[in-house]
């Protein structure tokens, strides 16, 4: 079945530091990919999507690749702030399907 | 985007007793789902709600512990029957298929435990 893969936190890094949230994936076909943002005490919030290979989504200074040759969906931010501190979580649909597969979340912590 | 409320936000029970939570979406949405999300793991789907029949329930999840309900395009209820401490996890609602389709969008959760 689908599944998704993410790097174990917590990260901890230093205000305007350079971030990756590493993001791999198994699935049939092509399926769509998502990042979800989990701030402390809210719900989950769609922070990007990609819905085709080298597609590039982003928001908010963050970006992510969808690379069909590597099966990776990559979280990056050139320079984060302690505001991004929270748990990101990659996910997948398979094509043309609605039920989304979760990664196991990575917690981010941002430090002055 | 959908804007999506939950009722309770949060709550405590006692072990045996049942709790509805209920998922409201501020616009019609073609389908609902609810997840659930067990202290420091990832959010596991539990069943997808289907207006006017039967929800479908992934594997793990049955009727009888987990009931839902979706009377219309709107409104979806799950119920946690017969709680034990092991069902204290945070609930969620979401739905998609409004006007942008293949996204969903999640209601702010219910923080459930049970003692």
């Known amino acids: 079945g689908d599944s998704v893969t993410q790097m174990e936190g917590p990260v901890t890094l230093s205000e305007e530091a350079f971030l990756t949230i590493n993001c791999t994936y198994t699935?049939?076909?092509?399926?769509?990919l998502f990042w979800y943002v989990q701030y402390p005490g809210e719900g989950l919030q769609l922070l990007l999507k990609a819905t085709k290979a080298d597609d590039k989504g982003s928001n908010k200074g963050f970006e992510a690749t969808y690379r069909k040759e590597t099966t990776s969906f990559h979280l990056e931010k050139g320079s984060v702030q302690v505001s991004d501190s929270a748990v990101y979580f990659c996910a997948l649909t398979a094509r043309g399907g609605n039920k989304l597969t979760f990664g196991t979340g990575t917690q981010l912590k941002v430090e002055l | 985007s959908a804007v999506i409320s939950q009722k309770p936000s949060r709550d405590i029970c006692q072990r045996g007793t049942s709790l509805t939570i209920q998922c409201q979406v501020d616009?019609?949405?073609?389908?609902m789902f609810w997840y659930r999300q067990q202290p420091g793991q990832s959010l596991t789907l539990i069943a997808t709600?289907?207006?006017?029949?039967?929800?479908?329930?992934e594997s793990g999840f049955v009727i009888d512990k987990f009931p839902i309900s979706r009377p219309n395009l709107t409104f979806s209820t799950l119920t946690v029957s017969n709680m034990s401490p092991e069902d204290s996890s945070i609930y969620l609602c979401?739905?998609?298929?409004?006007?942008?389709?293949?996204?969903?969008?999640f209601g702010p959760g219910t923080r459930l435990t049970v003692l």
């Open positions: 699935a049939t076909g092509y399926p769509s």
């Open positions: 709600a289907n207006q006017g029949s039967e929800a479908t329930y």
């Open positions: 616009s019609q949405v073609t389908m």
């Open positions: 979401s739905a998609q298929g409004g006007l942008v389709y293949n996204e969903q969008f």
